[in-house]
């Protein structure tokens, strides 16, 4: 079992950046696949990042590529998600998740195990 904890939400002008962090507890951090989901008011939660267990293979949606930056740093069971040139429509609350199969990085919110509580991101136009 693994708990994830999110940090560094905010509020912050269009254009701005922000980094959040995803603390996990428990020694199987290293073996999990991690992702980064968002869901905004009244909206689905989608995928935003994902990161292979070594830290290896990321992916972004399309909607951030070039934007955010996925990472993880294993001696420190921490990920992040580096956030630049961010739009009003990158507000949502934003969650970390952790697949224990750790094989493959997913993008479908139900193949991941254990989640966040999120953290709200605020962008001002």
């Known amino acids: 079992q693994v708990q994830l904890a999110e940090s560094g939400g905010g509020l912050v002008q269009a254009g701005g950046s922000l980094r959040l962090s995803c603390a996990a507890s428990?020694?199987?951090?290293?073996?999990?696949?991690m992702g980064w989901f968002r869901q905004a008011p009244g909206k689905e939660r989608e995928f935003v990042a994902g990161?292979?267990?070594?830290?290896?293979?990321?992916y972004h949606a399309d909607s951030v590529k070039g934007r955010f930056t996925i990472s993880r740093d294993n001696a420190k069971n921490t990920m992040y998600l580096q956030m630049n040139r961010l739009k009003p429509e990158d507000t949502a609350v934003y969650y970390c998740?952790?697949?224990?199969?750790?094989?493959?990085?997913?993008?479908?919110?139900?193949?991941?195990?254990?989640w966040g509580q999120g953290t709200q991101v605020t962008v001002s136009s």
């Open positions: 998740a952790a697949d224990r199969s750790g094989g493959y990085v997913w993008r479908d919110p139900q193949e991941y195990d254990y």
């Open positions: 428990g020694r199987t951090f290293s073996s999990y696949a």
């Open positions: 990161v292979s267990w070594s830290g290896g293979t990321t």
